[in-house]
């Protein structure tokens, strides 16, 4: 299985900042990695597939980039409702594996 | 619009086995293209991908617990399921339903999550 590790886990900063994500696959996954976003209580949200296609009705401000094994995801400036974990998920084969989170909490 | 929304059996004892439903709208699983996935989470912890069914019944499931997994679906009622047998204390989890975007590999819908106890 290909293994995900995110980047930090944890990520405190402020309402304005503009923040990267880091997500690194075990192997090469091409373009195949995505972005979710979850906060507490509901299910996740796609905001990133394949590596940099903007999810239709998520915020400019979010984007992706990356590839092969290493993959960012920036929020260029935090809203007070961005506040939440962000799990990557790569497809490139099965079984589909997610890194452990990042969860961006306000400093 | 696209919905999906898990139903089960809130709580089970170990041994038993776990059935869970998934009624979606706004696509149909007889479309090509189209699939459904199930993922779980423990509380307070990460996602796990465990099974995907395709429109054309073709079946994927996640190696670790493939022996106790079975997906299905029907496409008249617009649902999908799926089983998972002789269930411990560590399938305790929310498990949701995902719609996999059209011949991709990955989830753009998710339903809002049912949760599910195994205890004796």
């Known amino acids: 299985d290909i293994q995900m590790t995110q980047s930090p886990s944890v990520l405190s900063a402020s309402v304005g900042d503009r923040v990267t994500l880091n997500c690194k696959a075990s192997?090469?996954?091409?373009?195949?990695l995505n972005w979710y976003q979850q906060k507490l209580g509901e299910a996740p949200k796609l905001l990133i597939y394949?590596?940099?296609n903007l999810q239709t009705g998520i915020p400019s401000r979010f984007s992706g980039s990356g590839s092969g094994t290493d993959f960012t995801l920036t929020i260029s400036s935090l809203q007070p409702e961005d506040f939440a974990t962000y799990f990557c998920?790569?497809?490139?084969?099965?079984?589909?594996?997610f890194g452990g989170g990042t969860k961006l909490e306000l400093k | 619009q696209v919905t999906l929304k898990e139903s089960g059996p809130g709580i089970l004892q170990p041994s038993q086995t776990l059935s869970l439903t998934c009624t979606f709208s706004?696509?149909?699983?007889?479309?090509?293209?189209?699939?459904v996935g199930w993922i779980r989470q423990p509380s307070g912890k990460g996602l796990e991908w465990l099974a995907n069914?395709?429109?054309?019944?073709?079946?994927y499931y996640n190696p670790s617990l493939k022996n106790r997994l079975t997906i299905s679906k029907d496409t008249s009622n617009n649902q999908a399921f799926l089983k998972i047998t002789n269930v411990d204390t560590a399938d305790t989890a929310t498990y949701y339903c995902?719609?996999?975007?059209?011949?991709?590999?990955?989830?753009?819908?998710w339903g809002q999550g049912v949760m599910v106890t195994v205890s004796s």
């Open positions: 069914i395709w429109w054309d019944d073709d079946k």
């Open positions: 394949n590596t940099n």
């Open positions: 998920f790569q497809h490139n084969s099965w079984p589909g594996t």
């Open positions: 706004g696509f149909s699983l007889s479309t090509y293209g189209m699939g």
């Open positions: 995902a719609r996999l975007a059209y011949l991709g590999g990955y989830f753009d819908y």
């Open positions: 192997q090469n996954i091409n373009k195949y």
